[in-house]
């Protein structure tokens, strides 16, 4: 298996324009979450997917940012308006039930 | 929500020497607690991870080990070498979701 696949690995976009991420998850892995990484806040879990489901959500920060599963191999996160401190990686990661969690190799967003 | 707290923030540790870093966590209820290991610019990596019906882990140079009655597990590292530098990562869950501690960045001094 070719593991957690992101896209784009890295994004650098204005103010106020709208950004998509894109994660397909590893096959058979029911489980997916999107996380924020800053040096500020460390690792956020932002919210979290059982079989295409939105489970959890609480750690969307606002309206801004959405997402995703339209099917077991891909999930969206997006970001409208973007903002300057938007800017961070963005890891996708999934896990089979409760075993362990992959990452992603993150998504680099810079927001000028 | 489960609150993880991870010291130290940094540690510097002389090549061969040992590295401990310490978690705790809220929820008594949690029963699952992996460490990650990140590498500048790379994805976390699950470098080993220790359920709560178990007390100690070991891996080659690596151990985990973990107290339920404090709520504390912590990570030790023997003979360290200059390729343990990164940053680590603690974390605890109790169903599916993980909350991970604020990271500790170890480096290894030649």
């Known amino acids: 298996d070719a593991g957690v696949i992101q896209s784009p690995r890295h994004e650098v976009t204005e103010m106020g324009q709208e950004v998509t991420l894109r994660c397909k998850p590893i096959s058979g892995h029911d489980y997916l979450f999107w996380y924020r990484q800053t040096m500020m806040r460390g690792l956020e879990l932002l919210i979290y997917f059982n079989n295409n489901v939105p489970i959890d959500d609480s750690g969307m920060p606002e309206d801004r940012f959405s997402a995703k599963m339209p099917n077991a191999s891909f999930s969206t996160l997006k970001i409208q308006p973007s903002e300057p401190r938007d800017s961070a990686v963005y890891f996708c990661?999934?896990?089979?039930?409760?075993?362990?969690?992959?990452f992603g190799a993150g998504s680099r967003l810079t927001v000028l | 929500g489960e609150n993880v707290e991870q010291h130290p923030s940094t540690l510097s540790v002389q090549e061969g020497d040992s590295a401990v870093i310490k978690c705790t966590y809220s929820d008594s209820a949690s029963n699952y607690f992996p460490w990650y290991k990140q590498e500048l610019g790379k994805r976390p990596q699950l470098i080993i991870d220790?359920?709560?019906?178990?007390g100690e882990k070991k891996d080659q140079r690596i151990a985990v080990t973990l107290n339920k009655t404090a709520k504390h597990f912590s990570l030790h590292i023997t003979e360290t070498q200059p390729e343990d530098s990164a940053v680590y990562f603690c974390?605890?869950?109790?169903?599916?979701?993980?909350?991970f501690g604020a990271g500790t960045t170890v480096t290894v001094r030649a």
């Open positions: 974390a605890a869950s109790k169903g599916y979701k993980l909350s």
């Open positions: 220790i359920r709560s019906n178990v």
């Open positions: 990661a999934s896990r089979p039930g409760a075993n362990v969690l992959t």
